[in-house]
T-cell receptor, first 114, second 108 residues
């Protein structure tokens, strides 16, 4: 099993551009989520999904969209990139829809917005 | 509101024991998780406490006191490879919320 796979690993955008960060998992996990990590800020939840067709907002959802058309995939869309969105983005999944004690993380996508 | 507090940095020497504390505030609490992250890589799960008491996994142990809204991660027989960031986290509804992390530096 590959686990949680994120693409791209690195990306540079200009302000105002849009892009999609891809996340796929092959563990048949119902729960998937996106975090951003900034120095000194820990991991902050952007959006999450408890199953196909169901998404919800986390702590810092503004400027991001998500969709969950399949169990395996959970893409994160930046609609109009801003320098404040320069960050490392992690996708994570877990087995249960109600118990998320253990998350499995991807290797991260490092985004720079100029 | 919901929050977790942990020290930003801890230093120790090889072979020593270190304790990383975590206090939390939340209206609904299921349990406390701990994660390790090396050099900005993927965080990995270490342990989970749902009930009061100590959970031991090799050199690592985690403790929880629900009445005090407090937990800690105990690392014994420290090794250089334990230098990393450590995060506590709790489940809020259907989401896992993380603290800001503690950077552990182990020196020889």
């Amino acid at each position: 099993n590959a686990g949680v796979t994120q693409t791209p690993k690195f990306q540079v955008l200009k302000t105002g551009q849009s892009m999609t960060l891809q996340c796929a998992q092959d563990m048949n996990h119902e729960y998937m989520s996106w975090y951003r990590q900034d120095p000194g800020m820990g991991l902050r939840l952007i959006h999450y999904s408890v199953g196909a067709g169901i998404t919800d907002q986390g702590e810092v959802p503004n400027g991001y969209n998500v969709s969950r058309s399949t169990t395996e995939d959970f893409p994160l869309r930046l609609l109009s990139a801003a320098p404040s969105q320069t960050s490392v983005y992690f996708c994570a999944s877990s087995r249960g829809t109600s118990d998320h004690r253990e998350l499995f993380f991807g290797e991260g996508s490092r985004l720079t917005v100029l | 509101g919901q929050s977790l507090e942990q020290p930003s940095e801890v230093t120790a020497v090889e072979g020593a024991i270190v304790q990383i504390n975590c206090t939390y505030q939340t209206s609904g609490f299921y349990g406390l998780s701990w994660y390790q992250q090396h050099d900005g890589g993927a965080p990995t799960f270490l342990s989970y406490n749902a009930l009061d008491g100590l959970e031991e996994t090799g050199r690592f142990s985690s403790f929880l006191s629900r009445s005090d809204s407090y937990g800690y991660l105990l690392l014994q027989e420290l090794q250089m490879k334990d230098s990393a960031s450590y995060f506590c986290a709790f489940q809020a509804g259907t989401a896992l919320i993380f603290g800001k992390g503690t950077t552990l530096s182990v020196s020889s």
